[in-house]
């Protein structure tokens, strides 16, 4: 966390369980990743959504990891959710360590995983807001 608060001065964070990520002009040109903290049950976890140039389309990637050991992200889960008239579009997962980096999630799709044209469906004026909430996993017996 100190390295991310150094070297990306410009990262906002978010306190508590469920928080919405706002993504700006998501209608850039090209390859774009917008970045936040979210920090809840004494862990701080980032959130990542990345979008990435594929001809003819551009797809968007998102996801959240712990800043933690693979151990302990396994104690916690996510949900993104994207709201619209009518529409709703969620994703769960347990979040990565962010140890396995960013590339790991997505090259193979442990992600929400969608293109402009959904990204559009969702967007308010060319922003899109995501429902972040994180949930404890009870201990198992």
């Not at 992600?111 to 201990?139: E, H, K, M, R």
Request: hydrophobic share 45%; net charge negative; aromatic share 8%.
């Amino acid at each position: 966390m100190p390295h991310l608060m150094h070297h990306h001065k410009s990262i906002t964070t978010l306190q508590g369980e469920d928080i919405v990520f706002l993504a700006t002009d998501i209608n850039l040109p090209g390859a774009v990743d917008w970045v936040m903290m979210q920090s809840c049950f004494g862990h701080s976890f980032m959130l990542v959504l990345e979008k990435q140039e594929r001809v003819p389309d551009q797809i968007f990637f998102a996801l959240v990891q712990l800043i933690g050991t693979r151990k302990q992200a396994e104690q916690f889960v996510y949900r993104l959710e994207l709201n619209g008239h009518r529409r709703r579009l969620t994703w769960e997962a347990c979040p990565r360590s962010i140890h396995d980096g960013v590339q790991a999630a997505i090259g193979s799709s442990d992600c929400l995983v969608f293109d402009l044209n959904t990204a559009q469906l969702f967007a308010d004026n060319g922003n899109l807001g995501i429902n972040v909430t994180i949930s404890q996993v009870p201990p198992r017996i």
